[in-house]
Protein backbone atom coordinates (compact mmCIF):
# COMPACT_ATOMS: atom_id res chain seq x y z
CA UNK A 1 0.00 0.00 0.00
CA UNK A 2 0.95 3.43 -0.77
CA UNK A 3 1.07 6.13 1.62
CA UNK A 4 1.86 9.66 0.45
CA UNK A 5 3.96 11.51 2.81
CA UNK A 6 2.67 15.15 2.44
CA UNK A 7 3.72 16.19 5.98
CA UNK A 8 7.15 16.49 4.68
CA UNK A 9 8.63 19.24 2.92
CA UNK A 10 10.04 17.38 -1.19
CA UNK A 11 9.52 14.58 1.08
CA UNK A 12 13.32 14.22 2.38
CA UNK A 13 13.59 13.65 6.19
CA UNK A 14 15.44 15.93 7.88
CA UNK A 15 19.40 14.47 9.48
CA UNK A 16 18.18 14.36 13.11
CA UNK A 17 14.86 12.34 12.24
CA UNK A 18 17.06 9.84 10.77
CA UNK A 19 16.86 6.46 12.45
CA UNK A 20 20.04 4.35 13.46
CA UNK A 21 19.18 1.02 13.56
CA UNK A 22 22.22 0.14 15.78
CA UNK A 23 21.40 2.66 18.64
CA UNK A 24 24.50 4.72 18.47
CA UNK A 25 27.14 1.95 18.44
CA UNK A 26 28.32 -0.50 15.41
CA UNK A 27 27.17 -3.81 14.48
CA UNK A 28 29.49 -6.19 15.09
CA UNK A 29 28.46 -8.75 12.48
CA UNK A 30 28.80 -5.66 9.91
CA UNK A 31 30.91 -6.76 7.03
CA UNK A 32 33.50 -3.91 7.61
CA UNK A 33 34.10 -4.76 11.29
CA UNK A 34 34.62 -8.39 10.62
CA UNK A 35 37.06 -7.39 7.65
CA UNK A 36 38.96 -5.17 10.05
CA UNK A 37 39.94 -8.45 11.87
CA UNK A 38 41.44 -10.09 9.28
CA UNK A 39 43.73 -7.37 7.87
CA UNK A 40 47.51 -7.86 9.84
CA UNK A 41 47.70 -4.13 10.41
CA UNK A 42 50.23 -4.38 12.95
CA UNK A 43 52.40 -6.18 10.52
CA UNK A 44 52.21 -4.03 7.74
CA UNK A 45 52.95 -0.68 9.86
CA UNK A 46 56.38 -2.20 10.13
CA UNK A 47 57.36 -1.45 6.66
CA UNK A 48 55.65 1.69 6.38
CA UNK A 49 57.75 3.86 8.26
CA UNK A 50 60.48 3.50 6.17
CA UNK A 51 58.97 6.02 3.74
CA UNK A 52 59.33 8.97 6.43
CA UNK A 53 62.43 10.84 8.29
CA UNK A 54 62.66 10.42 11.60
CA UNK A 55 61.74 13.61 12.51
CA UNK A 56 59.86 15.71 14.56
CA UNK A 57 59.07 18.23 11.78
CA UNK A 58 56.37 18.98 9.08
CA UNK A 59 53.08 18.05 8.95
CA UNK A 60 52.09 14.25 10.89
CA UNK A 61 51.39 11.48 8.44
CA UNK A 62 48.46 9.43 7.90
CA UNK A 63 48.64 6.13 9.55
CA UNK A 64 48.76 3.00 7.49
CA UNK A 65 45.30 1.61 8.29
CA UNK A 66 44.31 4.72 6.77
CA UNK A 67 45.86 4.48 3.31
CA UNK A 68 45.71 0.62 3.32
CA UNK A 69 42.01 0.83 4.37
CA UNK A 70 41.02 3.16 1.70
CA UNK A 71 42.59 1.36 -1.31
CA UNK A 72 40.75 -1.80 -0.02
CA UNK A 73 37.31 0.08 0.01
CA UNK A 74 37.97 1.57 -3.52
CA UNK A 75 39.13 -2.32 -5.30
CA UNK A 76 36.49 -3.97 -2.87
CA UNK A 77 33.28 -1.57 -4.47
CA UNK A 78 34.86 -0.41 -7.69
CA UNK A 79 35.21 3.21 -7.21
CA UNK A 80 37.06 6.12 -8.26
CA UNK A 81 39.73 8.22 -5.92
CA UNK A 82 37.24 11.26 -5.58
CA UNK A 83 34.38 8.60 -4.84
CA UNK A 84 35.79 6.67 -2.56
CA UNK A 85 36.09 9.56 -0.32
CA UNK A 86 32.97 10.73 -0.45
CA UNK A 87 31.62 7.25 0.27
CA UNK A 88 33.89 6.94 3.55
CA UNK A 89 32.99 10.12 4.64
CA UNK A 90 29.05 9.24 4.19
CA UNK A 91 29.66 5.48 5.99
CA UNK A 92 30.37 5.41 9.65
CA UNK A 93 31.67 1.39 8.86
CA UNK A 94 34.02 2.17 6.32
CA UNK A 95 35.25 5.07 8.77
CA UNK A 96 36.26 2.46 11.42
CA UNK A 97 37.44 -0.02 9.04
CA UNK A 98 40.65 3.04 8.02
CA UNK A 99 41.11 3.51 11.95
CA UNK A 100 39.02 6.55 12.83
CA UNK A 101 37.69 6.58 16.43
CA UNK A 102 34.59 8.72 15.79
CA UNK A 103 32.37 9.48 12.52
CA UNK A 104 33.26 12.49 10.46
CA UNK A 105 31.85 14.76 8.36
CA UNK A 106 34.96 15.39 6.20
CA UNK A 107 36.73 13.40 4.33
CA UNK A 108 39.87 12.06 6.08
CA UNK A 109 42.39 13.44 3.70
CA UNK A 110 42.30 14.90 -0.01
CA UNK A 111 41.91 12.39 -3.13
CA UNK A 112 45.56 12.99 -4.44
CA UNK A 113 46.51 11.10 -1.71
CA UNK A 114 45.66 7.96 -2.66
CA UNK A 115 47.70 7.59 -5.86
CA UNK A 116 50.63 8.16 -2.91
CA UNK A 117 49.76 5.56 -1.08
CA UNK A 118 49.34 2.80 -4.28
CA UNK A 119 52.95 4.06 -4.95
CA UNK A 120 54.41 3.30 -1.58
CA UNK A 121 52.30 0.27 -0.52
CA UNK A 122 53.16 -1.62 -3.43
CA UNK A 123 55.72 -3.89 -1.22
CA UNK A 124 53.49 -3.78 1.50
CA UNK A 125 50.60 -5.08 -0.60
CA UNK A 126 52.55 -8.45 -1.50
CA UNK A 127 53.60 -8.95 1.83
CA UNK A 128 49.99 -8.60 3.49
CA UNK A 129 48.85 -10.98 1.16
CA UNK A 130 50.91 -13.61 1.64
CA UNK A 131 50.07 -13.35 5.21
CA UNK A 132 46.25 -13.31 4.84
CA UNK A 133 46.40 -15.95 1.92
CA UNK A 134 49.12 -18.54 4.11
CA UNK A 135 46.81 -18.00 7.08
CA UNK A 136 43.80 -19.03 5.40
CA UNK A 137 44.93 -21.73 3.85
CA UNK A 138 46.59 -22.89 6.88
CA UNK A 139 43.56 -21.75 8.51
CA UNK A 140 40.43 -23.32 6.71
CA UNK A 141 39.26 -26.92 4.66
CA UNK A 142 38.81 -25.92 1.31
CA UNK A 143 35.18 -27.98 0.54
CA UNK A 144 35.58 -27.13 -3.17
CA UNK A 145 39.07 -29.15 -3.77
CA UNK A 146 38.05 -31.95 -1.47
CA UNK A 147 40.79 -34.03 -0.37
CA UNK A 148 44.44 -33.07 -0.55
CA UNK A 149 45.74 -35.92 -2.64
CA UNK A 150 43.08 -35.25 -4.87
CA UNK A 151 39.77 -37.39 -3.29
CA UNK A 152 36.44 -36.52 -2.70
CA UNK A 153 34.33 -35.96 0.71
CA UNK A 154 30.89 -37.25 0.71
CA UNK A 155 27.96 -35.02 1.59
CA UNK A 156 27.34 -38.05 4.36
CA UNK A 157 30.42 -37.91 5.74
CA UNK A 158 30.78 -34.14 5.76
CA UNK A 159 27.84 -33.67 8.04
CA UNK A 160 28.97 -36.79 9.97
CA UNK A 161 31.84 -34.92 10.61
CA UNK A 162 30.38 -31.61 11.67
CA UNK A 163 27.90 -33.97 14.71
CA UNK A 164 30.95 -35.74 15.91
CA UNK A 165 32.23 -31.82 17.57
CA UNK A 166 32.08 -32.52 21.68
CA UNK A 167 32.01 -29.29 22.66
CA UNK A 168 31.56 -25.05 21.63
CA UNK A 169 35.75 -24.12 22.00
CA UNK A 170 36.94 -27.48 19.98
CA UNK A 171 34.63 -26.49 17.04
CA UNK A 172 36.82 -24.46 14.98
CA UNK A 173 39.20 -27.28 14.87
CA UNK A 174 37.25 -30.61 14.44
CA UNK A 175 34.86 -29.17 12.14
CA UNK A 176 37.63 -29.56 9.12
CA UNK A 177 39.66 -32.34 10.73
CA UNK A 178 37.43 -34.87 11.11
CA UNK A 179 36.25 -34.56 7.73
CA UNK A 180 39.85 -34.66 6.03
CA UNK A 181 40.31 -37.73 8.39
CA UNK A 182 37.22 -39.63 6.91
CA UNK A 183 38.23 -38.41 3.01
CA UNK A 184 38.20 -41.01 0.43
CA UNK A 185 40.99 -42.08 -0.97
CA UNK A 186 42.19 -41.74 -4.46
CA UNK A 187 41.91 -44.34 -7.17
CA UNK A 188 45.32 -43.90 -7.73
CA UNK A 189 47.53 -42.40 -5.18
CA UNK A 190 50.00 -40.08 -5.58
CA UNK A 191 53.89 -40.96 -4.35
CA UNK A 192 53.95 -39.27 -1.20
CA UNK A 193 58.06 -37.92 0.06
CA UNK A 194 57.58 -40.68 3.08
CA UNK A 195 57.71 -43.14 -0.08
CA UNK A 196 60.13 -41.51 -1.13
CA UNK A 197 62.36 -41.02 1.60
CA UNK A 198 61.91 -45.15 2.24
CA UNK A 199 63.19 -46.12 -1.11
CA UNK A 200 65.82 -43.98 -0.49
CA UNK A 201 67.41 -45.84 2.56
CA UNK A 202 66.24 -49.24 0.83
CA UNK A 203 68.82 -48.01 -2.13
CA UNK A 204 71.85 -47.03 0.55
CA UNK A 205 71.27 -50.81 2.27
CA UNK A 206 71.77 -52.37 -1.33
CA UNK A 207 74.95 -50.28 -1.58
CA UNK A 208 76.07 -50.85 2.01
CA UNK A 209 75.73 -54.43 1.39
CA UNK A 210 76.85 -55.16 -2.37
CA UNK A 211 79.79 -52.33 -2.45
CA UNK A 212 78.67 -50.67 -5.38
CA UNK A 213 78.30 -47.10 -6.15
CA UNK A 214 74.62 -45.86 -6.09
CA UNK A 215 73.59 -43.78 -9.61
CA UNK A 216 73.59 -40.05 -10.36
CA UNK A 217 69.83 -39.77 -9.81
CA UNK A 218 69.61 -42.24 -6.57
CA UNK A 219 72.47 -40.03 -5.40
CA UNK A 220 70.31 -37.08 -5.71
CA UNK A 221 67.27 -38.95 -4.26
CA UNK A 222 69.10 -40.14 -1.14
CA UNK A 223 70.82 -36.52 -0.68
CA UNK A 224 67.47 -34.72 -1.30
CA UNK A 225 65.34 -37.17 1.00
CA UNK A 226 62.35 -35.37 2.29
CA UNK A 227 61.21 -35.69 5.95
CA UNK A 228 58.09 -34.49 6.05
CA UNK A 229 54.92 -36.02 3.69
CA UNK A 230 53.57 -34.34 0.58
CA UNK A 231 50.07 -32.93 1.66
CA UNK A 232 47.99 -30.65 -0.45
CA UNK A 233 46.78 -29.49 -4.07
CA UNK A 234 48.38 -26.48 -5.80
CA UNK A 235 46.76 -25.04 -8.70
CA UNK A 236 48.89 -23.17 -11.38
CA UNK A 237 47.93 -20.82 -13.95
CA UNK A 238 48.59 -17.15 -15.54
CA UNK A 239 46.74 -14.48 -17.03
CA UNK A 240 46.80 -10.99 -18.25
CA UNK A 241 45.47 -8.19 -16.49
CA UNK A 242 44.76 -5.65 -19.19
CA UNK A 243 45.64 -1.78 -19.22
CA UNK A 244 43.35 0.48 -19.91
CA UNK A 245 44.40 1.21 -23.57
CA UNK A 246 43.04 2.02 -26.61
CA UNK A 247 43.54 -1.12 -28.99
CA UNK A 248 46.51 0.34 -30.69
CA UNK A 249 47.14 0.72 -34.19
CA UNK A 250 50.43 2.08 -36.08
CA UNK A 251 48.43 4.92 -37.57
CA UNK A 252 46.70 5.86 -34.47
CA UNK A 253 49.92 5.98 -32.64
CA UNK A 254 51.79 7.50 -35.44
CA UNK A 255 48.73 10.21 -35.27
CA UNK A 256 49.21 10.97 -31.73
CA UNK A 257 52.81 11.20 -32.00
CA UNK A 258 52.17 13.97 -34.76
CA UNK A 259 49.69 15.97 -32.69
CA UNK A 260 51.89 15.80 -29.13
CA UNK A 261 54.92 17.06 -30.95
CA UNK A 262 52.88 20.16 -32.70
CA UNK A 263 52.20 21.10 -28.89
CA UNK A 264 55.46 20.59 -28.32
CA UNK A 265 57.00 23.56 -31.15
CA UNK A 266 54.31 25.39 -30.29
CA UNK A 267 55.35 25.71 -26.62
CA UNK A 268 59.40 26.31 -27.49
CA UNK A 269 57.99 28.84 -30.39
CA UNK A 270 56.02 31.05 -27.68
CA UNK A 271 58.66 33.00 -26.25
CA UNK A 272 60.24 34.38 -29.34
CA UNK A 273 56.56 34.78 -31.07
CA UNK A 274 56.96 38.01 -33.87
CA UNK A 275 60.40 38.00 -33.61
CA UNK A 276 61.14 34.63 -35.30
CA UNK A 277 59.19 32.82 -37.74
CA UNK A 278 57.28 30.27 -36.56
CA UNK A 279 58.04 26.51 -38.55
CA UNK A 280 56.05 25.37 -40.75
CA UNK A 281 54.26 21.81 -39.85
CA UNK A 282 51.63 20.99 -42.29
CA UNK A 283 49.48 19.80 -39.30
CA UNK A 284 46.01 20.51 -41.40
CA UNK A 285 47.39 18.62 -44.30
CA UNK A 286 48.51 16.03 -42.45
CA UNK A 287 44.73 15.79 -40.36
CA UNK A 288 42.91 15.64 -43.35
CA UNK A 289 45.03 12.69 -44.77
CA UNK A 290 45.27 10.69 -41.45
CA UNK A 291 41.18 11.25 -41.29
CA UNK A 292 40.81 10.07 -45.02
CA UNK A 293 42.49 6.68 -43.84
CA UNK A 294 40.73 6.38 -40.53
CA UNK A 295 37.02 6.88 -41.85
CA UNK A 296 37.30 4.20 -44.12
CA UNK A 297 35.19 1.11 -43.28
CA UNK A 298 38.16 -1.81 -44.62
CA UNK A 299 41.16 0.15 -46.03
CA UNK A 300 43.29 -1.97 -47.96
CA UNK A 301 46.87 -3.01 -46.84
CA UNK A 302 48.29 -0.61 -49.30
CA UNK A 303 46.10 2.49 -48.13
CA UNK A 304 47.47 1.80 -45.13
CA UNK A 305 51.35 1.50 -45.77
CA UNK A 306 51.01 4.73 -47.66
CA UNK A 307 49.02 6.66 -44.54
CA UNK A 308 51.92 5.22 -42.07
CA UNK A 309 54.85 6.36 -44.71
CA UNK A 310 53.03 10.15 -44.46
CA UNK A 311 52.77 10.06 -40.54
CA UNK A 312 56.68 8.94 -40.16
CA UNK A 313 57.23 11.77 -42.89
CA UNK A 314 55.53 14.89 -40.43
CA UNK A 315 56.72 12.43 -37.40
CA UNK A 316 60.27 12.65 -38.34
CA UNK A 317 59.98 16.75 -39.69
CA UNK A 318 58.38 17.43 -36.64
CA UNK A 319 61.20 16.00 -34.66
CA UNK A 320 64.07 17.61 -36.52
CA UNK A 321 62.42 20.99 -35.49
CA UNK A 322 62.32 20.48 -32.36
CA UNK A 323 65.83 19.93 -32.48
CA UNK A 324 66.38 23.08 -34.12
CA UNK A 325 64.44 25.14 -31.14
CA UNK A 326 66.48 23.75 -28.64
CA UNK A 327 69.72 25.19 -30.10
CA UNK A 328 68.09 28.59 -28.78
CA UNK A 329 65.22 27.45 -27.03
CA UNK A 330 66.02 25.26 -23.77
CA UNK A 331 63.45 22.49 -22.95
CA UNK A 332 63.20 23.60 -19.29
CA UNK A 333 60.26 25.48 -20.99
CA UNK A 334 58.34 21.85 -21.56
CA UNK A 335 56.28 20.63 -18.31
CA UNK A 336 57.54 17.47 -17.29
CA UNK A 337 54.56 15.07 -19.11
CA UNK A 338 55.74 16.93 -22.07
CA UNK A 339 59.44 15.96 -22.06
CA UNK A 340 58.60 12.41 -21.00
CA UNK A 341 56.65 12.30 -24.13
CA UNK A 342 58.87 13.27 -26.14
CA UNK A 343 61.13 11.22 -24.98
CA UNK A 344 58.50 8.21 -25.70
CA UNK A 345 58.19 9.95 -29.00
CA UNK A 346 61.52 9.42 -30.02
CA UNK A 347 61.70 5.75 -29.52
CA UNK A 348 57.87 5.05 -30.93
CA UNK A 349 59.49 6.72 -34.34
CA UNK A 350 62.52 4.54 -34.38
CA UNK A 351 60.65 1.40 -34.26
CA UNK A 352 57.90 2.83 -36.60
CA UNK A 353 60.74 3.39 -39.07
CA UNK A 354 61.92 0.14 -38.40
CA UNK A 355 59.15 -1.94 -39.06
CA UNK A 356 58.12 0.26 -42.43
CA UNK A 357 61.36 -0.41 -43.67
CA UNK A 358 61.43 -4.11 -42.61
CA UNK A 359 57.73 -4.48 -43.93
CA UNK A 360 57.24 -6.20 -40.51
CA UNK A 361 54.62 -5.28 -37.62
CA UNK A 362 57.10 -7.34 -34.78
CA UNK A 363 59.72 -5.54 -32.67
CA UNK A 364 61.34 -5.85 -29.38
CA UNK A 365 59.95 -3.73 -26.18
CA UNK A 366 57.67 -2.51 -28.81
CA UNK A 367 55.77 0.46 -27.39
CA UNK A 368 51.41 0.06 -28.07
CA UNK A 369 50.53 3.63 -26.04
CA UNK A 370 52.65 6.49 -25.36
CA UNK A 371 50.70 7.38 -21.90
CA UNK A 372 51.87 4.32 -20.68
CA UNK A 373 54.60 3.27 -22.35
CA UNK A 374 55.19 0.30 -20.29
CA UNK A 375 52.78 -1.63 -21.40
CA UNK A 376 53.55 -4.42 -24.08
CA UNK A 377 51.30 -6.57 -26.20
CA UNK A 378 50.72 -10.09 -24.36
CA UNK A 379 49.89 -13.24 -27.21
CA UNK A 380 47.06 -15.36 -25.31
CA UNK A 381 46.03 -17.47 -28.22
CA UNK A 382 42.28 -16.82 -26.46
CA UNK A 383 39.08 -16.88 -28.38
CA UNK A 384 37.64 -13.27 -27.52
CA UNK A 385 41.27 -12.17 -28.20
CA UNK A 386 44.60 -13.20 -29.19
CA UNK A 387 46.31 -9.85 -28.09
CA UNK A 388 46.01 -8.54 -24.64
CA UNK A 389 47.86 -5.62 -23.78
CA UNK A 390 48.86 -5.33 -19.96
CA UNK A 391 50.89 -7.31 -17.64
CA UNK A 392 51.70 -10.85 -17.26
CA UNK A 393 50.88 -12.57 -14.42
CA UNK A 394 51.86 -16.03 -12.51
CA UNK A 395 49.12 -16.80 -9.86
CA UNK A 396 49.35 -19.96 -7.41
CA UNK A 397 45.72 -21.13 -5.71
CA UNK A 398 45.85 -23.32 -2.98
CA UNK A 399 42.57 -24.60 -0.82
CA UNK A 400 40.82 -21.54 -2.46
CA UNK A 401 43.32 -18.56 -1.95
CA UNK A 402 45.60 -16.75 -4.84
CA UNK A 403 49.51 -15.64 -4.81
CA UNK A 404 51.18 -13.79 -6.67
CA UNK A 405 53.80 -15.55 -8.17
CA UNK A 406 55.72 -13.37 -10.82
CA UNK A 407 54.33 -10.09 -12.77
CA UNK A 408 56.04 -8.64 -15.57
CA UNK A 409 55.23 -6.28 -18.42
CA UNK A 410 57.31 -8.50 -20.70
CA UNK A 411 55.36 -11.88 -22.05
CA UNK A 412 57.38 -14.54 -20.58
CA UNK A 413 56.24 -18.94 -20.75
CA UNK A 414 54.69 -19.62 -17.93
CA UNK A 415 56.15 -23.19 -17.42
CA UNK A 416 59.09 -21.31 -16.22
CA UNK A 417 57.16 -20.52 -12.43
CA UNK A 418 56.30 -23.74 -11.26
CA UNK A 419 59.20 -24.94 -9.82
CA UNK A 420 59.20 -21.50 -8.11
CA UNK A 421 56.04 -21.87 -7.46
CA UNK A 422 56.47 -24.78 -5.91
CA UNK A 423 59.21 -23.88 -3.72
CA UNK A 424 56.96 -21.19 -2.41
CA UNK A 425 54.35 -23.66 -1.72
CA UNK A 426 56.72 -25.75 0.72
CA UNK A 427 58.03 -22.31 2.61
CA UNK A 428 54.56 -21.61 3.11
CA UNK A 429 53.42 -24.41 3.85
CA UNK A 430 55.77 -26.94 5.67
CA UNK A 431 56.33 -29.54 2.78
CA UNK A 432 55.72 -29.88 -0.53
CA UNK A 433 52.27 -30.40 -1.97
CA UNK A 434 51.21 -33.83 -3.13
CA UNK A 435 49.71 -32.76 -6.65
CA UNK A 436 50.12 -29.94 -8.81
CA UNK A 437 47.31 -28.99 -11.18
CA UNK A 438 48.42 -26.82 -13.90
CA UNK A 439 48.27 -27.02 -17.83
CA UNK A 440 49.58 -28.19 -20.61
CA UNK A 441 52.22 -25.69 -21.22
CA UNK A 442 53.68 -26.29 -17.21
CA UNK A 443 54.63 -30.39 -18.17
CA UNK A 444 57.41 -29.86 -19.68
CA UNK A 445 60.89 -32.59 -18.99
CA UNK A 446 62.54 -30.07 -16.40
CA UNK A 447 58.96 -29.59 -14.26
CA UNK A 448 58.01 -32.95 -14.48
CA UNK A 449 61.73 -34.46 -13.80
CA UNK A 450 61.34 -32.28 -10.71
CA UNK A 451 57.99 -32.97 -9.58
CA UNK A 452 59.05 -36.84 -10.04
CA UNK A 453 62.01 -36.20 -7.92
CA UNK A 454 60.03 -34.31 -4.99
CA UNK A 455 57.80 -37.08 -5.45
CA UNK A 456 54.50 -34.76 -6.60
CA UNK A 457 52.07 -36.04 -8.84
CA UNK A 458 51.86 -33.56 -11.75
CA UNK A 459 48.45 -33.78 -13.74
CA UNK A 460 47.57 -34.52 -16.99
CA UNK A 461 49.50 -37.84 -19.21
CA UNK A 462 52.72 -39.24 -19.41
CA UNK A 463 55.21 -38.48 -21.93
CA UNK A 464 55.52 -40.79 -25.24
CA UNK A 465 53.05 -42.65 -26.82
CA UNK A 466 49.60 -43.94 -25.64
CA UNK A 467 49.40 -47.24 -24.39
CA UNK A 468 47.86 -49.49 -26.49
CA UNK A 469 44.86 -50.45 -24.95
CA UNK A 470 44.47 -47.38 -24.18
CA UNK A 471 44.04 -45.67 -20.70
CA UNK A 472 41.62 -47.47 -17.78
CA UNK A 473 39.13 -46.26 -16.13
CA UNK A 474 40.60 -45.51 -12.77
CA UNK A 475 43.53 -43.18 -15.14
CA UNK A 476 40.43 -41.62 -16.84
CA UNK A 477 38.69 -41.12 -14.02
CA UNK A 478 41.62 -39.08 -12.25
CA UNK A 479 41.94 -37.59 -15.32
CA UNK A 480 38.42 -35.95 -15.46
CA UNK A 481 38.77 -35.26 -11.53
CA UNK A 482 42.14 -33.05 -12.20
CA UNK A 483 40.63 -30.86 -15.46
CA UNK A 484 37.62 -30.57 -12.70
CA UNK A 485 39.42 -29.43 -10.02
CA UNK A 486 41.60 -27.28 -12.18
CA UNK A 487 38.91 -25.30 -13.24
CA UNK A 488 38.45 -23.29 -9.82
CA UNK A 489 41.71 -21.05 -10.48
CA UNK A 490 39.86 -20.31 -13.70
CA UNK A 491 36.61 -19.46 -11.53
CA UNK A 492 39.16 -17.16 -9.52
CA UNK A 493 40.44 -15.44 -12.41
CA UNK A 494 36.77 -14.81 -13.49
CA UNK A 495 35.93 -13.55 -10.08
CA UNK A 496 38.35 -10.88 -10.41
CA UNK A 497 37.95 -9.57 -13.61
CA UNK A 498 33.74 -9.59 -13.82
CA UNK A 499 33.88 -8.45 -9.77
CA UNK A 500 37.00 -6.46 -8.86
CA UNK A 501 38.34 -5.27 -12.52
CA UNK A 502 41.12 -6.99 -13.13
CA UNK A 503 39.80 -6.96 -16.73
CA UNK A 504 40.57 -3.28 -17.18
CA UNK A 505 43.71 -1.59 -15.06
CA UNK A 506 42.70 1.95 -14.89
CA UNK A 507 46.43 2.86 -13.16
CA UNK A 508 48.71 4.64 -15.42
CA UNK A 509 52.19 4.64 -13.89
CA UNK A 510 53.90 0.68 -13.87
CA UNK A 511 54.43 0.84 -10.23
CA UNK A 512 50.58 1.49 -9.40
CA UNK A 513 49.26 -0.93 -12.05
CA UNK A 514 51.40 -3.58 -10.01
CA UNK A 515 50.12 -2.22 -6.51
CA UNK A 516 46.21 -2.40 -8.23
CA UNK A 517 46.98 -5.51 -9.50
CA UNK A 518 47.90 -6.86 -6.08
CA UNK A 519 45.28 -5.15 -4.35
CA UNK A 520 42.68 -6.82 -6.23
CA UNK A 521 44.32 -10.40 -5.30
CA UNK A 522 44.48 -9.26 -1.66
CA UNK A 523 40.76 -7.85 -1.26
CA UNK A 524 39.63 -11.77 -3.42
CA UNK A 525 41.28 -13.70 -0.15
CA UNK A 526 39.73 -11.43 2.02
CA UNK A 527 36.48 -11.87 1.08
CA UNK A 528 36.77 -15.44 1.08
CA UNK A 529 38.44 -15.40 4.50
CA UNK A 530 35.01 -13.73 5.21
CA UNK A 531 32.54 -15.83 3.36
CA UNK A 532 34.48 -19.04 5.43
CA UNK A 533 33.68 -17.37 8.80
CA UNK A 534 30.39 -16.53 8.04
CA UNK A 535 30.07 -20.41 7.34
CA UNK A 536 31.30 -21.82 10.14
CA UNK A 537 29.57 -19.60 12.37
CA UNK A 538 26.13 -20.57 10.30
CA UNK A 539 27.07 -24.18 10.97
CA UNK A 540 27.76 -23.18 14.54
CA UNK A 541 24.04 -21.59 15.03
CA UNK A 542 22.36 -24.85 13.10
CA UNK A 543 24.08 -26.89 15.60
CA UNK A 544 22.63 -25.08 18.67
CA UNK A 545 19.08 -24.85 16.79
CA UNK A 546 16.47 -27.33 18.92
CA UNK A 547 15.18 -30.16 16.68
CA UNK A 548 11.45 -30.55 16.77
CA UNK A 549 10.32 -33.51 16.36
CA UNK A 550 6.69 -34.24 14.87
CA UNK A 551 4.23 -36.65 16.21
Given at each position: ????????E?????????????G??????????????L????????N??????????????????????A????????????????????????????????????????????????????D???????????????????D?????N??????????A?????????????????????Q??????????????????????????????????????????A??????????????????????P?????L?????????????????????A??????????????????K?????????????R????????N?A?????????????????????L??????????????????????????S?????????????????V????????S?????????R??????N??????????????????Y????????????????????????????????????D???N???HL???????????????????????L??????????????????????????????????I??????????????
Amino acid sequence: MYKPTVHLENQMILPDDFFLPFGGKLDKENRWVQLAKLVPWAHAEKNYGQFFKDTFRGQHTLSLRMGLGALIIQERMQLTDRETLASISENPYMQYFIGLAGFEMKPPFHHSMMTHFRKRLKDVLAEINEIVATEGAKEWKDDDEGDANGGGISSKRKRASKKSASSDTAEQQTMFDDAKAQAVKPAIPATTEQALAEQAQEWANEQASANEPLSTDRQELVTEAPLTPNAGTLLVDASCAPADVAYPTDLNLLNEAREKLEGIIDTLHEPVVGKATKPRTYREKARKQYLAVSKQRRPGPKVIRKAIRRQLGYVGRNLAIIAEQAKEQPLTLLSRKACRDLLVIHELYRQQLQMYNGRTHQIEDRIVSIHQPHVRPIVRGKAKARVEFGAKIAVSMTKGYAFLDRISWDNFNESTTLIEAIEKYRSRMGCYPAVVQADQIYRTRENRNFCKQHGIRLSGPALGRPPKDGQTNEQRHLAKQDAGERNAIEGKFGEGKRKYGLDRIRARLAQTSESVITLQLLVMNLERRLRVLFCFIFSILLRRRPTIIFR
